[in-house]
């Protein structure tokens, strides 16, 4: 069984640019969330969705907005890219809303120059 | 705002020595969860601890949460240059769902 696929592996921007990561969690699974790994730091979360609903948000600013489709794979974007929003972003999948496991993509890189 | 900090940041050992990285918080958490991560790849969950005192074994690692629920350990016996990588906690609270609260990580290196 395929595992969390994330799509582009990497992506080159430049300011002011917008961006659209993909997500297709593991199949069964309902619940995807969103995180952001800046280089020598520890994933911090941006969004959860359970049933193509928004069930918890990040700090981070209106720039950042996600949904979630029927099939619930899901899609991040980013609008007026920022240096700062160069990042390792992670998506992880799990069954439903309780404290399951989370199992994680491999990322999309995203370099912001 | 819950925060979780590891220690040491960095660690450089031989192998065949042992490694002890800590995590620790003000906040309580319902479970704690270890990570590994590896460069170019998501986090891969090791373990998760979930009562007070709980210790858990996986081969030579030894995890333990504290009674209090605030703080964890990652213990290391005799690290193989195949345990390095990049070492992350993660706590979670019982209405948070699928939101993790990651602590900065611990990048071990463990050298032939």
């Known amino acids: 069984d395929a595992g969390v696929t994330q799509s582009p592996t990497h992506l080159i921007k430049t300011r002011g640019q917008h961006v659209t990561l993909r997500c297709s969690p593991i199949?069964?699974?309902?619940?995807v969330s969103w995180y952001q790994q800046v280089l020598g730091q520890g994933p911090q979360f941006i969004f959860q969705?359970?049933?193509?609903?928004?069930?918890g948000r990040g700090n981070f600013p209106d720039r950042f907005s996600a949904r979630q489709f029927p099939n619930y794979s899901s899609e991040l974007n980013v609008n007026a890219l920022l240096l700062g929003d160069s990042a390792l972003y992670l998506c992880?999948?799990?069954?439903?809303?309780?404290?399951?496991?989370?199992?994680f993509g491999s990322g999309t890189q995203l370099s912001v120059l | 705002t819950q925060l979780l900090e590891q220690s040491p940041q960095f660690l450089s050992i031989q192998e065949g020595e042992n490694l002890t990285v800590y995590c620790n918080s003000s906040?309580?958490?319902?479970?704690l969860q270890w990570y590994r991560q590896e460069p170019g790849e998501g986090p891969v969950l090791l373990v998760t601890?979930?009562?007070?005192?709980e210790v858990k074994k996986l081969k030579r690692l030894t995890f333990q949460f504290g009674d209090a629920r605030k703080d964890s350990s990652l213990h290391i016996t005799a690290a193989q240059p195949g345990d390095t990588g990049l070492y992350l906690c993660?706590?979670?609270?019982?209405?948070?769902?699928?939101?993790?609260?990651f602590g900065e990580g611990t990048q071990l290196t463990v050298n032939p």
């Open positions: 601890v979930v009562t007070g005192g």
């Open positions: 199949s069964g699974h309902k619940s």
């Open positions: 993660a706590g979670a609270s019982k209405t948070s769902g699928s939101r993790l609260t």
């Open positions: 906040s309580v958490f319902s479970s």
């Open positions: 969705y359970y049933e193509k609903e928004e069930r």
């Open positions: 992880a999948s799990s069954g439903g809303q309780g404290n399951e496991k989370l199992f």
